[in-house]
């Protein structure tokens, strides 16, 4: 299954809610790998929430933390990674993401992202409050065009963990296939 050619690392991006870390535990337990997720690295090194850090620290200091995480789990080998849905967006992310790191895109329309993250409970500062689907409508359209710098896009809304984990696991095994774009 697993060829000589295949990445280091595999590096799922995309929107709040859009299946990123659901995704990321499946499919690195299916390859037997590390799995990493942004946000839970952050809290565990500032030693509050996410939503912590935004209130008490403000955004700027979020997106250093978010950096100097981003910078050490992108050089981690045999991991998934599952980025924060800002982190693409930020001057000078997709430099650190290296040819041998597998990225893709877990794309969601607006509706289904606000919908899942309005049930996940109020664990994103930046969907808190009045004018959710606004505030996320203004992030997403902001985000597009860096979210697809990703190598691979799959749709998240119409599959789930298990199936988008199949899909990369093909993409792997077919790997580096300079043909193989989105
Ligand atoms: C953010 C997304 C969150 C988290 C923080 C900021 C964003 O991660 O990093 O709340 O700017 O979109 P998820 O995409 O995992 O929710």
Redesign the pocket.
């Known amino acids: 299954m697993v060829n000589d050619d295949m990445p280091e690392r595999v590096l799922l991006v995309?929107?709040?809610?859009?299946g990123?870390?659901s995704t990321g535990k499946e499919l690195a337990s299916r390859l037997g790998w590390d799995f990493r997720?942004?946000?839970t690295v952050?809290a565990a090194r500032a030693g509050k929430s996410?939503?912590r850090i935004?209130s008490e620290d403000g955004e700027a200091e979020?997106r250093r933390l978010?950096s100097g995480v981003a910078e050490d789990l992108l050089a981690r080998s045999n991991t998934v990674v599952?980025?924060?849905?800002?982190?693409p967006a930020q001057p000078g992310a997709w430099k650190m993401v290296t040819e041998n790191t597998m990225s893709i895109w877990l794309k969601v329309s607006l509706a289904v992202a606000v919908r899942r993250?309005s049930e996940q409970g109020p664990?994103?500062?930046?969907?808190d409050g009045e004018g959710v689907t606004e505030q996320a409508a203004m992030?997403l359209l902001g985000?597009e065009t860096a979210y697809s710098r990703a190598r691979y896009s799959l749709d998240s809304e119409q599959y789930g963990p298990p199936e988008l984990a199949d899909e990369i696991l093909k993409l792997m095994e077919r790997e580096p296939d300079p043909k193989a774009k989105k």
């Open positions: 995309g929107f709040m809610a859009s990123k870390s997720d942004f946000d952050i996410v939503s935004f979020f978010e599952a980025s924060g849905g800002g982190w993250a664990t994103r500062p930046l969907l992030l985000r």
